[in-house]
């Protein structure tokens, strides 16, 4: 452009040199003047049009490289407007749990994904406010059914107004650290050699179980002790007393009720806890089915090992309304049936109390 005005700069100087006279070159002054400034012009809207192109083709690039830097460095993004539906997503795993994206795209976000109750609250909470969120936990599902725990975080889409126009998020798979972490609490709080519930976990539970027992929803404990189990141990072996000990584990799943859990204390020492009992009846039927499950004979690496058991059984709060004092009801019944020959049960009777006939 500025070419486009020298040039005409020298014809303006040829034009007063052909006219000769001041009255004919200003006429003609006028009109290049006008020319000069409509060139002038033109080519100002010109260079302006053409920045905006640059900058709308920058501000596309810069949109393309944004989208592939998500894809790459998270798990999952996703965009959604100001009424929740998905307006964008990708990530590394998106093909893994939405192969076909139009299966995602225009739905409500909170229709995607699955939260349990407190981690759908928080996220309420943080939406209905308009803030940002974080750790949230999520399960997803892939296309053959594995799970992924993915922890969900985002904030608020702004338009250049500063306008709410939705939210902008991105989701990291966490599956081996929730894993990992279930795989520790599952070690403290069951038996290593049993899968059963270990005795700390017995004695936090059992003091909620007692505290929720009422006159028309009895606790029992049931307490069980192996016979033998020490001569057994001691003649074929610790392995062989392990695998004894891990059989009779699997014979009480067995044959305890839904509701009811087994716990191993130590030892040849285990316990169930009984809930919902009705009456001591029900649980006393639970510690017959036990002592006949455990007096069948086991069947260890080519020897069949016979290791009874003694039970004693005690109900909150009918025999007590502690803890502590419900397991010393059931240690004495359980004292009673091994001295009434073992491989038995029997019901604890406080000494003022009339024999029940259930034992």
Not at 254 to 277: H, Y
Request: hydrophobic fraction near 45%.
């Amino acid at each position: 452009m500025a070419l486009i005005a020298v040039g005409c700069l020298g014809l303006l100087e040829l034009t007063f040199f052909a006219f000769g006279s001041i009255h004919e070159f200003s006429h003609s002054f006028l009109l290049l003047e006008s020319a000069v400034i409509l060139l002038a012009t033109l080519g100002l809207l010109f260079l302006v049009a053409r920045q905006d192109k640059k900058t709308e083709e920058a501000e596309n690039t810069a949109e393309s490289q944004l989208s592939h830097l998500a894809d790459f460095a998270t798990d999952l993004y996703w965009e959604t407007d100001l009424e929740g539906h998905v307006i964008a997503a990708g990530g590394r795993l998106m093909n893994t749990f939405f192969p076909d994206i139009n299966h995602v795209l225009g739905k409500h976000y909170m229709s995607v994904i699955k939260l349990d109750d407190a981690e759908r609250q928080k996220m309420l909470d943080a939406l209905r406010a308009i803030k940002p969120y974080s750790d949230i936990l999520s399960v997803f599902r892939s296309t053959d059914d594995k799970r992924f725990y993915i922890s969900l975080s985002a904030t608020p889409r702004y338009s250049k107004t500063g306008a709410v126009i939705g939210y902008l998020g991105v989701g990291t798979n966490v599956t081996r650290r929730i894993e990992a972490q279930g795989r520790l609490k599952h070690m403290a709080e069951h038996d290593m050699l049993t899968g059963l519930a270990n005795r700390y976990t017995f004695q936090n539970r059992i003091e909620q179980e007692v505290a929720a027992s009422g006159e028309d929803e009895n606790v029992a404990i049931l307490a069980i002790d192996l016979d033998n189990f020490k001569s057994i141990n001691d003649t074929f072996g610790h392995q062989t007393g392990d695998a004894l000990l891990n059989l009779v584990a699997k014979r009480l799943r067995k044959v305890i009720r839904g509701n009811d859990w087994a716990a191993r204390l130590g030892g040849d020492e285990f316990v169930v806890v009984s809930r919902d009992v009705a009456n001591p009846m029900d649980a006393c039927l639970v510690a017959a089915r036990i002592v006949s499950a455990l007096s069948r004979p086991f069947r260890i690496g080519g020897l069949e090992l016979t290791s009874s058991a003694s039970v004693g059984v005690a109900c909150a709060p009918l025999h007590a309304d502690s803890t502590q004092s419900l397991l010393k009801c059931a240690d004495l019944a359980l004292y009673e049936a091994k001295g009434s020959g073992r491989s038995c049960y029997r019901l604890f009777q406080a000494p003022d109390q009339p024999h029940s006939g259930l034992n």
